[in-house]
């Protein structure tokens, strides 16, 4: 995907042989994005958003359309899109950044569980990483959990620097400089 939103043909191929597209969100993900969220366990959506919320609350056309219709202003939307051997279209994982600042912007990852621990987080970061770097962005940030094992790792690995959030042992802020 270029600066322009414009999806390249390239397969990103992960550590299991399994081919995936990262192109940008489209709005007419939204059944796709539904089909995401009921493959997420509640532990994955408590370590991604810091609170539980029902799939019922997470797939409400409301939120799915704003999640696919993304400000290009305000920042990107990125998707790994996986074709099943029946030629159907899986979203695998999600990733966000969102411009917070001048010069700054927060990232944010998901990847459906069965898919985690096969690179596919790493692959996910480098093009949110490739994208910030495209659009001037010259801070990256992120929250995560503490616990958070696998996120800490995926950012570490994409050169972030992983610190205490002050005032919450619970959070953890992962900074990377652009440029």
Do not use: K
């Given at each position: ?52 919320s029902s799939l019922e609350q997470r797939i409400t056309h ?118």
């Amino acid at each position: 995907m270029d600066a322009s939103g414009t999806s390249r043909a390239d397969a990103v191929i992960l550590a299991d042989g399994t081919s995936v597209v990262i192109r940008p969100i489209r709005p007419d993900d939204e059944p796709l994005m539904a089909a995401f969220h009921a493959g997420l366990s509640m532990r994955s959506v408590y370590q991604r958003y810091f609170h539980i919320s029902s799939l019922e609350q997470r797939i409400t056309h409301s939120r799915l359309s704003l999640t696919c219709r993304v400000d290009p202003a305000a920042g990107l939307a990125i998707v790994a899109d996986h074709v099943t051997p029946d030629g159907a279209h899986e979203v695998l994982a999600l990733g966000r950044l969102t411009r917070t600042e001048p010069g700054a912007a927060e990232i944010a990852l998901l990847v459906m569980d069965r898919w985690q621990g096969r690179g596919l987080g790493r692959a996910m970061m480098r093009e949110l990483v490739a994208q910030a770097q495209a659009l001037g962005v010259q801070r990256l940030y992120g929250d995560m959990l503490a616990d958070n094992d696998a996120m800490r790792a995926v950012v570490r690995r994409a050169g972030f620097t992983v610190q205490p959030v002050p005032g919450d042992a619970a959070v953890l802020r992962a900074e990377r400089a652009i440029g």
